[in-house]
Structures are given as C-alpha cells and as structure tokens.
C-alpha cells in the first residue's frame, strides 16, 4: 500500500504523526510525507521521504490578518472550546474563522504541487494533520480516503467550520470546488490524546484513538542525565513554537520562569527552542539542546512549559508533573486538559514571580498526588491502540 502524510507545519505539526508514519513503514508500506519546503529538513531527520510542495515565498507572503493578533496574547477561553466551537463569543469565533481561513489559503498554494504529485504517485490513503486543509482535497481527486490527524489535547477532530459548529466555511469548499471534486470528510480521525485529557465531546466524528509514543525529534543521552548525587530537577521550556505566542507588550514568560525559579534549589534545565543570553543565565542554568523530551524529561522532578502540545503529552505519559505558564488560548485549552487528569497546574496570571515561585516550590515539595494521576493516564495511554496495530486497522 501506498501511504501519503501531509502536514503544513514542522516539527510541532509533523512530530505527532511520525510514529505512524514509521509504523507504516515497518509494516512494508510506501510512505512518502508532503510539505512545504520549510518541513523538509525536519521529515527527512525523522527518517522519513520528503516531498516539497507549494512555494515557500508565497505562504510566507499571505497577509496576515488582523484578527490572529489575538491568538498571540494570554486568554483563558471556556473550557472545551475547541470541541464546542459555540462555547465561543463572537469575537473569539472571528479568530478561529481567521485561523481555518489562513490554513485554507496555505493549503492552496501546496496543492497544485501536491495534486500533481499524487496523480503521478497514486497513494491508496491520505493521512493529513487536522490543520492540512489539502490533504482531503487531494484524496477527493483521487478518489481515495483520507483520515485526518489530531496533534492537540482537545476536540479539533473536524473539517473547519464558518460561524457556528454546523456551517461549513467557504473558503474550505472552495479548495474542492477549484478542482472539481465534491466534498467529502475523513473517514475516521486519528486522536494521539488519552482519554482524561480530552475536552468533553463535540460534534459526533469517528475517532480512532492511537497510543501516544512521544516523538520529539532526533538527539542524543548525555551522561549527567543519569547522575545520581544531584538537586531535583526542573526542566523549563518554551516548546518548538513557543516563541510565534510571544506578546509583543506582555512580559517574556521565559525570562520571568527564569527569575522566579531562581529561589529554589533544584537544577534548572533550560531547554529553549530559539536563542538565548546565554551570558546571562544564573549559574544554576544549565542550557540543553539536541537532548529529545523523551529522554530528558524522565530525570525530571517537574516541567515548567507554556501549554504546547508535544510536551504537555511527552510529560503526562512518562509521568512529570507539570506547571504550565500560558500564553496563548490553544496552550491554555491543553493546560485545561493537564489540570482535567490531574497531571498539572496551570496558572492565570502571567507577571507574578511569587505566584509562579510558590506553586513551583509547593509541586515539588508534594508531587504525589501529580505522579499518581500521570501514572492513571499512563496506564490509560497504555491500553490503546499502538502506532503499529493502527497501521494494520487502516491497510484493512
């Protein structure tokens, strides 16, 4: 069988779909992950064949709307919105509609590059991430099933929506339209997310629920991770995309994490995903790259993160307690989820280095009740499906 990924974004939007595209691939299937030129290098580290699709000029041009400034700034929208796209007000639903029209206008300039290359190659099966409006336009021309691709502790299990749950938006009707296909839905969406993590259900979809095999990229396992004479450790990250929530006129969440962590006396493992001041850390920093969640987050007392996805699902399936800081309301929907199971905190206020201080020194005083939940939706995660017999299900 022949199967094609295809993703807009990497590594946060690629990463979640690499252990089933591996899965696949042991299987004896073709795989082949299309993307535009900015996620070629990151599928190709992953052991994977990239094919480049759409002009990355042109998706780095589209103009950006000025409703998605609010997507930058710190807000706590209702809990399990992003499965009841209706508990949203007006306001909110103009940004989600923002959001799904910027994905559709990505998606058309990867699929004339894309369609091209899937007449040529003849996939049996499309596997797109949730946000990778193409993907289904593609197995529509083709006339093969697509299966969409969750990425998210949350709900956004569906194809994008206008102004309420039931309205399908126009700019994604338009994609099938410019080529002539009609409009068809997944046949089933893949969700990597345990149970006790998700939103209560919104619109009735297939779900194929998959176990969640942490992949964080490529790296190595430096020896000072098994020390054993060591203070508890805290690692402190930002995440692959923490820096595209930054707002522009709010503090530096990491510089704040930074300074209110200085009080204590555990090791302060930073693990950022951009440049740092690293002249400026205190001497109790200790600054990480190339080192994967998976591994270095097992030596971990608690994380300290800003709601992404990757390490949200990375900590609660290894069983680290999490503090999350954020920044946004997609990473607060999935700190909705950690404090759901148990598995976290997450705070409101942003500017507070007493507040951020006393909740970090109280997690690690008494982590038990953190441990014990995250150790609940291991063995939750645990019982579902593996990469490996998903693989098989979707080849039946």
């Known amino acids: 069988m022949r199967v094609l990924l295809t993703t807009w974004a990497a590594p946060g939007h690629l990463f979640p779909m690499v252990p089933l595209?591996?899965?696949?691939?042991?299987?004896?299937?073709?795989?082949?992950?299309?993307g535009p030129p900015s996620c070629q290098d990151a599928i190709t580290q992953a052991g994977l064949?990239?094919?480049?699709?759409?002009?990355?000029?042109?998706?780095?041009?589209?103009?950006?709307?000025?409703?998605?400034?609010?997507?930058?700034?710190?807000?706590?929208?209702?809990?399990?919105?992003?499965?009841?796209?209706?508990?949203?007000?007006?306001?909110?639903?103009?940004?989600?509609?923002?959001?799904?029209?910027?994905?559709?206008?990505?998606?058309?300039?990867?699929?004339?590059?894309?369609?091209t290359f899937g007449r040529w190659w003849r996939p049996d099966l499309v596997v797109h991430d949730v946000l990778s409006m193409a993907g289904p336009v593609l197995a529509a021309v083709l006339g093969v099933p697509a299966v969409g691709h969750g990425w998210e502790i949350g709900g956004t299990l569906r194809p994008p929506?206008?102004?309420?749950?039931?309205?399908?938006?126009?700019?994604?009707?338009?994609?099938?339209?410019?080529?002539?296909?009609?409009?068809?839905d997944p046949v089933g969406?893949?969700?990597?997310?345990?149970?006790?993590?998700?939103?209560?259900?919104?619109?009735?979809?297939?779900?194929?629920?998959?176990?969640?095999v942490p992949y964080n990229g490529s790296g190595r396992h430096p020896g000072w991770l098994a020390e054993r004479d060591r203070p508890r450790r805290v690692c402190v990250t930002a995440g692959v995309a923490g820096a595209r929530y930054r707002d522009p006129g709010g503090p530096d969440v990491l510089t704040l994490t930074l300074r209110s962590l200085a009080a204590t006396d555990a090791e302060i493992v930073l693990a950022p995903s951009g440049p740092v001041a690293e002249e400026d850390m205190p001497d109790h920093v200790r600054i990480v790259r190339g080192v994967p969640f998976r591994v270095?987050?097992?030596?971990?007392?608690?994380?300290?993160?800003?709601?992404?996805?990757?390490?949200a699902l990375t900590a609660v399936v290894l069983g680290v307690p999490q503090l999350v800081v954020p920044p946004s309301p997609i990473c607060t929907e999935i700190g909705h989820g950690v404090v759901r199971a148990g598995a976290g905190v997450m705070l409101d206020r942003l500017d507070s280095t007493e507040l951020l201080l006393k909740t970090a020194t109280d997690m690690l005083a008494e982590p038990h009740a953190y441990r014990e939940a995250a150790g609940r939706v291991r063995s939750e995660t645990a019982a579902l499906p593996s990469p490996g017999a998903l693989a098989d299900e979707l080849a039946r």
């Open 161 to 184: 929506t206008g102004d309420s749950d039931a309205e399908p938006l126009p700019a994604y009707l338009e994609l099938f339209e410019r080529y002539g296909a009609e409009v068809t």
């Open 296 to 311: 270095l987050l097992p030596t971990c007392d608690l994380v300290v993160h800003h709601g992404g996805a990757g390490t």
């Open 21 to 34: 595209a591996w899965a696949f691939q042991a299987a004896g299937h073709e795989v082949r992950v299309a």
């Open 189 to 212: 969406w893949v969700d990597p997310c345990p149970p006790s993590l998700r939103p209560p259900d919104g619109p009735p979809v297939r779900r194929l629920p998959m176990r969640c």
């Open 49 to 115: 064949v990239a094919v480049a699709v759409g002009d990355q000029a042109a998706i780095a041009a589209l103009p950006k709307r000025p409703e998605l400034a609010a997507w930058g700034r710190p807000a706590r929208w209702p809990s399990g919105w992003s499965a009841h796209l209706d508990l949203l007000d007006g306001d909110q639903r103009r940004v989600i509609r923002a959001l799904y029209e910027k994905q559709c206008a990505v998606a058309d300039v990867m699929l004339d590059d894309l369609v």
